[in-house]
């Protein structure tokens, strides 16, 4: 799970040689062919639509107009952009902080105790977003949500509800962020040397320390991916900051959707989708700038590479 | 980290995964058509609507073959994209890869926005395979990725002895590399599948109501009125998602799969 943005090197076999024949490019017509059609081709539908022009009836004509870039960029939506990226911020920033952790200490136990935590991650992973929107909104609901609880136990006063709302949104939100989250780090947290925190632990290291000044320095590069990871993908979820949001929620998956489904105005949509992932591309970059080296280093002198 | 403090998180992590799918699974059991929880009661009449109501089992009939094909193309397109990646040196290769692993670096709602820009100049907007095939290419991810570790775990001097013994390529892969790879091929397989039948907004921009598959129909109940059948629907789902991840822990090692090094 971490090859999308962790990118491991790829081991070849010693004899890979020139004069393979043709076979190399038969296996890979297929492929080719149907990622070109089916990821590339559309995104440069969308970069084109953006400068279309929107005819009254629903759908659109060749031109090259502006108008949907100026309102992609007005005051409203460059609004919605910064509320988008802080929500996603936050999301990541408190997902990092569970899955860090967790991750870690998870891959200090057998291999055979991780596999229940590891198939739960897995289901959660792989449960609908319209199933978490749908859960975290019974969850806090007046009805059936945990305030009833926190009334049984005397805690509230009363029942009340919590969705939809602030505390909603980022509540599911890490929820997807999470499942993901702990994936990408697993296969960087399973190989480092489990040797390693007890060497720390060994010279005198608390803990704490051993973890923040050993292992940290030697997994910062797969953190950072698996923060640039998360921040995407919670930047593009559309169900939850529409179900479990107020309209100040709304984010620009919400505008994006409205506007090419309920609106159909497919070029403001499409200009929409670029801002969008120029915007998210930076930010992505930046979080693993961040980890090439630029923290603050908590290393000590002369870690071991 | 003293093992108070581990269990503390543990417990948090598993109550926080955990939490919502309580609630829901205590949902669909009210024998009434309310949302409590507690439930009122036990009833189990919901599960029974979600296999007898065409308006539930019709969309779940369609997902589940909208996943059964994609998660093909994305084995198809993963493993020769993979293998040659791993055999060979071509240069274009690497690029491919790239686009294969590039859905998960794009917003979701970007490749869904995508997919619908493309099936409308291709004039198929609506049309059953257009979910398919836009899932298929948006999934390759998942088995390109496992099956990127399942070769990388791979000793190249397995292959090195085969050739010097006069193996083929041919021979070389059905002997050797297909048979190591497969638990990686059918983690991937699974993945890919299991994501599809819960997608939501790629299906919704290809096909939305016209083949309306389970999430597609959830988010419609979930704005025109909620029922307890959504949460027997959604207990469903989490059950056959972990029932196909434990199996795929039973066929092969989970945390070798996942990307853990080779170690006993």
């Keep these: ?305 | 980290m003293s093992r108070w403090l581990r269990r503390a998180l543990f417990a948090l992590v598993v109550v926080y995964l955990l939490a919502p799918l309580v609630v829901v699974a205590g949902v669909s059991l009210n024998p009434r058509q309310v949302l409590f929880f507690p439930p009122e009661g036990v009833s189990l009449r919901w599960f029974g609507t979600a296999f007898t109501d065409p308006g539930w089992y019709r969309p779940a009939i369609n997902s589940l073959l909208v996943a059964t094909f994609a998660a093909l193309i994305a084995v198809s397109i993963a493993l020769p994209l993979s293998y040659v990646v791993w055999r060979y040196r071509v240069g274009y290769a690497r690029v491919v890869m790239a686009m294969g692993l590039a859905p998960f670096a794009l917003p979701p709602v970007i490749t869904a926005l995508g997919a619908l820009a493309l099936w409308i100049v291709l004039q198929s907007y609506g049309r059953p395979h257009t979910v398919v095939l836009s899932h298929g290419a948006f999934l390759t991810t998942l088995p390109l990725a496992t099956l990127t570790v399942g070769l990388q775990n791979l000793n190249p001097q397995l292959v090195e002895a085969a050739r010097t013994m006069g193996a083929t390529g041919g021979t070389v892969f059905r002997t050797i590399v297909f048979p190591y790879v497969r638990p990686y091929l059918l983690a991937g397989f699974v993945f890919a599948f299991v994501l599809s039948l819960n997608e939501y907004i790629i299906a919704y921009m290809t096909v939305g109501f016209t083949f309306e598959t389970l999430p597609v129909k959830i988010f419609a109940s979930l704005r025109y009125g909620y029922s307890p059948v959504m949460a027997a629907i959604s207990v469903l789902f989490f059950a056959v998602a972990v029932a196909l991840f434990a199996l795929v822990g039973r066929v092969g090692d989970l945390p070798r799969l996942l990307g853990a090094d080779e170690r006993a």
């Design chain 1, 1 to 305: 799970m971490s090859a999308p943005t962790a990118g491991p090197a790829i081991s070849s076999p010693a004899d890979a040689r020139s004069g393979d024949g043709p076979w190399p490019h038969v296996l890979l017509a297929w492929p080719t062919v149907a990622l070109t059609l089916l990821f590339l081709v559309p995104l440069g539908i969308i970069a084109a639509l953006g400068f279309f022009r929107r005819i009254q009836a629903g759908f659109f004509e060749v031109a090259f107009v502006t108008d949907n870039y100026a309102r992609a960029l007005d005051a409203f939506h460059l609004e919605r952009l910064a509320v988008s990226v802080v929500l996603a911020l936050a999301a990541t920033l408190v997902t990092l902080l569970l899955a860090v952790p967790f991750t870690f200490l998870l891959t200090r136990r057998p291999r055979a105790r991780q596999v229940p935590y590891l198939v739960l991650v897995l289901a959660s992973l792989s449960l609908s977003e319209v199933i978490v929107a749908f859960a975290w909104s019974l969850l806090l609901s007046r009805t059936s949500g945990v305030s009833n609880l926190l009334v049984a136990l005397g805690l509230m006063e009363r029942a009340a509800s919590w969705s939809p709302g602030l505390p909603a949104v980022l509540l599911a939100y890490v929820f997807i962020a999470l499942p993901l989250a702990i994936l990408s780090l697993y296969p960087t947290f399973s190989r480092l040397d489990q040797e390693l925190p007890e060497a720390a632990g060994t010279m005198g290291a608390t803990p704490l320390a051993g973890f923040l000044t050993v292992v940290l320095p030697l997994v910062r590069r797969a953190v950072a991916a698996t923060g640039a990871l998360v921040f995407i993908f919670v930047l593009g979820a559309y169900v939850i900051p529409q179900t479990l949001g107020r309209p100040a929620q709304w984010t620009m998956p919400v505008h994006i959707t409205d506007q090419a489904i309920m609106k159909n105005h497919l070029p403001l949509a499409a200009s929409l989708a670029i801002v969008l992932l120029v915007v998210s591309s930076l930010v992505a970059i930046a979080i693993v700038a961040l980890g090439q080296g630029r923290w603050p280093r908590l290393a000590l002198p002369g870690r071991a590479r």
